[in-house]
């Protein structure tokens, strides 16, 4: 079965940094796209950030809301994607969830979430 | 940013009945590719989402055919057919033909 968890959520600042991480199992991860996703206490669902394939050369995307201040990456060797997480504010508050493409495309795949929250 | 907007935001059914949930987009969701990236996620209370059915109609793996989807452009429809009591949760239509991919603000369906 697939699986993926996410680990590193935690109570953070504002302005602080934090990094979060995704494990993969189950599937071929070098194949599979991942993203992204949260959703604030009480909200809906709001895209983060995408990060593709080797063949279309790791390329990544970002919302406008947190572009410049999060970074998307993954280690194929280790089934792992990160979020870097830099300069935090409290509207960052939020559950992370990581999920995977497939041959269906986005969000098939979906772990159970991290939470963060960015408070003084 | 395309919106996606949902209704009704709320329902309450008995089980045994049957629901439709509409998506409706600010831009047609037809890919230059001729297919259409719109899907329905349903999040479980206290659980992460999981995806129902993607590219409009098409079921997930291991989803129930007492869910359908149909719709095209921007006018899109989630039909629950004799809803069962795990079927509560929150309904939330995506788009993934326009960046960025955006989401429905939900459909809670509750069990009467």
């Known amino acids: 079965a697939v699986q993926l968890v996410e680990s590193g959520g935690g109570l953070v600042q504002p302005k602080e940094s934090l990094k979060i991480s995704c494990t993969v199992s189950g599937l071929t991860f070098s194949n599979a796209a991942i993203y992204w996703v949260r959703q604030a206490p009480g909200k809906g669902l709001e895209w983060v950030a995408r990060?593709?394939?080797?063949?279309?050369?790791?390329?990544?995307y970002y919302a406008d809301s947190v572009k410049s201040r999060f970074t998307i990456s993954r280690d194929d060797s280790k089934s792992m994607v990160y979020l870097q997480m830099d300069n935090l504010k409290t509207e960052d508050t939020a559950m992370y969830y990581c999920?995977?493409?497939?041959?269906?495309?986005?969000?098939?795949?979906w772990g159970q979430g991290t939470l963060v929250t960015v408070s003084s | 940013d395309v919106v996606m907007t949902q209704t009704p935001p709320s329902l309450s059914v008995a089980i045994g009945q049957s629901v439709s949930i509409s998506c409706k987009s600010s831009?047609?969701?037809?890919?230059?590719?001729?297919?259409?990236?719109l899907h329905w996620l349903l999040q479980s209370p206290g659980r992460s989402p999981k995806r129902l059915i993607y590219q409009v109609s098409n079921l997930g793996s291991g989803v129930p055919d007492r869910f359908s989807g149909t719709g095209s452009q921007k006018d899109f429809t989630l039909k629950i057919n004799r809803v069962e009591a795990e079927d509560l949760g929150v309904y939330y239509c995506a788009q993934t033909t326009h960046f960025p991919p955006t989401f429905g603000s939900g459909t809670k369906l509750e069990i009467k």
């Open positions: 990060i593709r394939t080797k063949p279309n050369n790791y390329a990544t």
């Open positions: 831009q047609s969701l037809v890919y230059s590719d001729g297919k259409t990236y």
């Open positions: 999920t995977a493409g497939s041959t269906t495309g986005w969000f098939t795949y």
